[in-house]
């Protein structure tokens, strides 16, 4: 019988092993409450005579999803989790940590505490603390080491990446491996079996870490030199290689407090209370303000995509792998052909790496269809148009499906610029028109804009933020505007930055600063790479000949051509062009003026800030944090920042305000940006009007 303690746990005697159930919901994070529900129920086991061996287990959806996140920052209050490790570690009864769902950071860490581990089959453990730029603070960086090794403990905790049931154990991170309805039982009968053995004590503090310490150092270096990208900007992997190499070269005491210091450096940080932000704002994007929980999203399961070009194609493959039927659809059958093989190609490559087992790629296979004929629409759930980038073409399009597609079907547009109500309007069906706003390569960018358009009916805009969660990506709702919210907050910096290299700096210089910042890629490397063709021509507004426009009416179209801003060479290496510096000299302004990177930096990205401030107050965001949320995801805007309204309030809003006015004028100052300030309030935390 099991006999509530108070709210959250419950204890239970199944023979001579004593159970120990927390239950927390949503995640069973391990906040004050929970900290101090384990260190009681787990005293009272230990003291209990009648029970020779504990086990630990969640109720709900997961073990413990790690430390309670909304607690750092705060005061804390006692018990600690070493309190609750230094029962553990003190009994002379073994404890083992019985997991389901995901046993992540502080959660992994109770279980490595413990003196054995069982996990149910579809379980993954993992210490994911680096994407919140932090370290595994409660022992994870001693302990994995002495169980996984040190070069495998310092991937898994540098890549952050939890792994499946059936790796952790192949790594030694845990014990058993049992079946999914029989977690509990098996772990039962596991410490019953110890019982009956007298099974030594497993503390793995008191275990060997495999290597010592100037070979541990040499691993560690190699890796740091192998993955030396992973370094680059974020802190948090040099202070777990830092904590990693202390677990093999220090006692386990000294190490332990190694990482205590190493953490709290973490902790009190820029970077972390950044990458927080993120963490809290990714889940607050997922929720749409005013729309009643009562509001069910439609069932999707076979989904229609149009147009086999690299979006279409890429759309697709992220349908597969979220587990949908997909047909892809292009009226020109060897595109179509093409596309399959690519996607084929993709999935093979995955297994290659090992990211995906065959049976799951074949699997995947088996569910795409393709057809050269807009009538294979007819019994799509969903049908996704990823046509070329034209509002009469599209227009053509969607008055094509309206008339093919079931009456209940969800029609949705891939344009990322165009005017979604345009397009509903053709239709007879305006409120089940939305607009899924993919980023290339779309099975790989994790934002998915959820475009609103007037009429769009609720359930359906449910349907899209559903969708994205069943995709793996993080779904922001948009309203429509030229650009929605990615590209609108981000096309600013492409017009500083032109007006920049006119000024004295040149073009490496401004993307010197850019990737500085963090950006996986300047501005003008990044217009060489999509190609300055492309990009002229859609440009509207270019009052007269620019530098692009002599650039590629000598040919010169970036990397395509092999020159462009840069000049590349057979391995696309790039180097400074010297006929691009010429050409800049040809319209720049007479007395070019130095500009050190603080100053280039505010150019390019406060007027992100500002157009990102615009778009919360005109209603097209929900909220400033999903502005974030969406560069983060969308363009690589470093998370360590906390995106561009996070960033300003670490800048100070009035510094902002202050060069924006220099640059841009008092009148293209956001009248948000400038009441937040004069409030004394976080941009970052401001939402749309209602
Ligand atoms: N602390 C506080 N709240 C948390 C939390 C945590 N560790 N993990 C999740 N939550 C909250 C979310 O904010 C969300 O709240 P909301 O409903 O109010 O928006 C709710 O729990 C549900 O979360 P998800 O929407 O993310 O639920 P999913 O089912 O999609 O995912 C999960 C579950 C995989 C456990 C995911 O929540 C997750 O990855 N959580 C974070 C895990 C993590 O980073 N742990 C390490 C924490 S740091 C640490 O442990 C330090 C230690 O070393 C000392």
Redesign the pocket.
């Known amino acids: 019988m099991s006999v509530p303690t108070n709210s959250i746990s419950s204890l239970e005697r199944r023979g001579d092993v004593g159970v120990l159930t927390i239950n927390s919901p949503?995640?069973n994070?391990?906040?004050q409450a929970v900290r101090a529900a384990l260190r009681d129920g787990l005293s009272a086991l230990i003291a209990d005579d009648a029970v020779k061996a504990v086990v630990i287990r969640c109720d709900g959806?997961?073990f413990f999803?790690?430390?309670?996140?909304?607690e750092f920052g705060k005061p804390f209050v006692e018990p600690d989790?070493n309190v609750v490790f230094d029962i553990i570690e003190a009994s002379a009864k073994p404890v083992v940590a019985a997991i389901h769902?995901?046993a992540?950071?502080?959660?992994f860490?109770v279980a490595l505490a413990c003196h054995y581990r069982v996990a149910a089959a579809s379980a993954k453990v993992g210490?994911?603390?680096v994407?919140?730029g932090?370290?595994?603070?409660?022992g994870?960086t001693q302990r994995a080491p002495r169980l996984a090794g040190v070069e495998a403990a310092l991937d898994l905790i540098i890549s952050g990446r939890p792994v499946k049931a059936d790796t952790a154990l192949e790594m030694k991170l845990i014990d058993a491996v049992a079946s999914d309805a029989g977690l509990v039982d098996e772990a039962v009968q596991f410490a019953e079996g110890l019982i009956a053995d007298s099974a030594p004590l497993r503390r793995v503090r008191d275990m060997e870490v495999d290597l010592q310490s100037d070979a541990a150092r040499a691993v560690i270096a190699a890796y740091q030199e192998k993955n030396a990208r992973l370094f680059r900007g974020p802190v948090a992997p040099t202070n777990i290689a830092k904590a990693v190499e202390a677990a093999a070269t220090l006692p386990f005491e000294a190490g332990l407090k190694r990482e205590a210091e190493l953490?709290e450096e973490l902790m009190e940080g820029r970077q972390s209370g950044a990458q927080r932000h993120i963490?809290?704002a990714e889940?607050?994007a997922?929720?749409v303000a005013g729309l009643s929980r009562d509001v069910q999203p439609v069932a999707i399961q076979s989904v229609a995509v149009l147009g086999a070009g690299t979006m279409g194609t890429g759309i697709a493959t992220a349908f597969l792998s979220g587990g949908y039927e997909v047909t892809l659809i292009d009226l020109n059958p060897e595109a179509v052909e093409r596309a399959q093989g690519r996607i084929y190609k993709t999935l093979d490559g995955l297994v290659s790496k090992g990211r995906l087992s065959f049976g799951a790629a074949a699997a995947q296979k088996s569910r795409l269809v393709i057809d050269s004929s807009l009538d294979a629409v007819a019994s799509a759930d969903l049908i996704v148009e990823a046509v070329y980038e034209n509002l009469d073409l599209k227009k053509d399009v969607f008055r094509q499906l309206d008339s093919r597609a079931k009456a209940d079907a969800v029609l949705a547009s891939n344009t990322s610029f165009l005017d979604l109500n345009a397009i509903a309007a053709v239709t007879s069906r305006p409120e089940r028109i939305i607009g899924l706003h993919f980023f290339a390569p779309a099975n790989i960018m994790r934002l998915l804009e959820v475009v609103r358009g007037s009429a769009t009916a609720p359930e359906i805009v449910a349907t899209g933020m559903a969708l994205g969660?069943k995709l793996g990506k993080v779904a922001v709702l948009s309203g429509v505007c030229d650009g929605f919210i990615a590209n609108r907050a981000m096309a600013p910096r492409v017009t500083a930055a032109e007006k920049l290299i006119l000024e004295g700096p040149m073009p490496w210089d401004v993307d010197r600063v850019m990737t500085a910042y963090g950006f996986p890629m300047g501005v003008f490397s990044m217009l060489d790479l999509v190609g300055l063709d492309v990009i002229g021509w859609d440009r509207e507004n270019s009052a007269g000949r620019t530098v692009q426009e002599v650039l590629c009416e000598r040919g010169h179209w970036g990397q395509k051509t092999g020159q462009g801003y840069y000049v590349y060479d057979e391995n696309r290496r790039a180097t400074p062009s010297d006929e691009a510096a010429e050409v800049i000299a040809g319209f720049a302004d007479k007395t070019p003026v130095a500009m050190d990177d603080e100053a280039l930096l505010e150019r390019l990205l406060y007027p992100v800030v500002n157009e990102g401030a615009k778009i919360v107050e005109e209603g097209i965001a929900q909220r400033a944090s999903d502005v974030d949320v969406a560069l983060v995801t969308g363009y690589g805007w470093p998370v360590w920042t906390g995106g561009p309204m996070f960033w300003a309030d670490t800048v100070g809003l009035d510094k902002v305000i202050a060069g924006l006015e220099r640059t841009l004028g008092p009148d293209a100052v956001s009248p948000l940006l400038r009441r937040t300030a004069q409030q004394g309030q976080a941009l970052a935390e401001q939402t749309a009007p209602h």
């Not at 999803?65 to 909304?70: E, L, N, Y």
């Not at 932090?134 to 409660?138: E, H, Q, W």
């Open positions: 949503p995640v994070a391990l906040g959806r997961t999803a790690g430390a309670d996140i909304s989790l769902g995901t992540l950071g502080g959660g860490e210490l994911p603390e994407a919140l932090l370290l595994p603070g409660a994870g953490f963490f809290f889940r607050a997922g929720k969660k």
